[in-house]
């Protein structure tokens, strides 16, 4: 039926280990999943910049920022939660889907769940 | 889009009718006027110099110059203008129709080459001291801009925080020539921060100078249309650069920054190349928050030289590109050889509304003065 969330099976847990990301295909879209320290997301593998793989980036890293409340520093964040894509580097925050550049862009998330060691993801 | 595009409907205002606030004027401050205002020993190199044959905008020990380096025709547009006190100023702009000027000094654009930072900062001490004493008046609508004076960065604020409530004064004037290194660097922290908490605008401005700092190779060009084509533009342009991607409107988000004879078709350009720069780049620069064009749409940029095409109307078009109805601001650059005349901004087909801000209303707002030239934040 139109508009109903199915749970489309994308492969086994292990396939997904802890720090790694692949893309899978979901009928005709392209999703990356992410293992973040145990925890499973879903990002569109479409960059809206320019349509770029994003989630074909070989690592996942950290990034700067700067802060008023820490002097405007350079620190290192969100260690394990970054993506940029490949092709032109535009980050964005793995678990929130926030672009770092364009506060205003924020991407799809897509729900996933595993169930009996099978990773899912509902859409 | 402000309706700003089109020759609007009705009459256009009469250029005397409208309140013309002149960003940039320069006052004529010698070595000779400025030495009984130094402190020694710079006194005496100042006293040394005073009777030195002076060409336009070089003197040896005060403000290094090209002259000597080309061949030297006779013309009749030698750029010897000078304006040498505050009558003879009020005087000659009334003659141009404008109501209130900013003043900038002659020589001291170059500021920034002198090689003794003590010499430098102690030139800055006298400069101002002799502007608020000699040719601010708001009486008259003359008003100055402190000198901060890049070779000593502390000095530099304590000068802003000394004249930080002189009615006379209304803004903090940053040299771009020579400058190294670029404003926007940490150093200067002190500057921005006296200025935000004096609630005076920063107003960069250049001259043009062969100096192995950015734009450093004008030496390439033979001839001085080459090097004035690019001298005061790309300078801002760096400068602005630097202080964007350091996060000065982010640490200082209420100081007030304008640029000045940079003219004003160079915007649109920054604006698009940092934004496409600034998509890849986010890392290099994480004290900037958005797209880099955002903070340069905040600033005052104006408009002398102001570009001339053939359709004048290219001129109110390139504004709507920066969204600068509200950040173009007039400047004529009296009495300097390429000084800009009102009626040309007046010609460009842009709406009365939109002219009478940028002739004298955004500058009210940057400088946070009334039309009678009185501040309205002491």
Sequence with gaps: MAGERRKHPVGRLSEFPPGTHRVVRVGRREVGIFNIRGTLYGLPNLCPHQTGPLCEGKTTTGTLIARRENGWRLEWAYEGEIVACPWHGLEYHIPTGRCLAFPEITLRRYEVVVEDGEVKVIL | MRGTAAEPAGRRERLEDI??????????????????????????ALENIADVEEYYLDIPGFSPGMTWYEARFPSGHEGRRMVHDARQMREELDAIHVDIGILFPDHLLKIALITQDEYAAALARAYNRWLLEKWCSPERKLLGCILACPQDPEDAAREIRRYAREPGMVGVYLPCAGLDPLWGNRRYDPIYEAAQEADLPVLLHSVTVVHPVFPFNLHGFETEFGRHICGHTFAIMANLVHMISTGVPERYPRLRIAVT??????????????????????????????????????MYFATQPVEEPEDLGDLVRLVELYDGEDRTIFASDWPHHDFDHPMKVHQAPFSNEARRKIFGENALGLFRIDAQGRRLNL
């Design chain 2, 19 to 44: 309140l013309i606030v002149d960003c940039d004027v320069h006052v004529h401050e010698s070595p000779g006027e400025l030495a009984p205002y130094c402190e020694m020993p710079w006194r005496r």
């Design chain 2, 261 to 298: 004879e940079a003219g004003v078709s160079w915007v649109p350009f920054l604006m698009n190349r940092m934004d496409k720069e600034y998509l890849e780049r986010r890392r290099e620069i994480p004290l900037v928050k958005q797209r880099p064009s955002r903070y340069l749409k905040r």
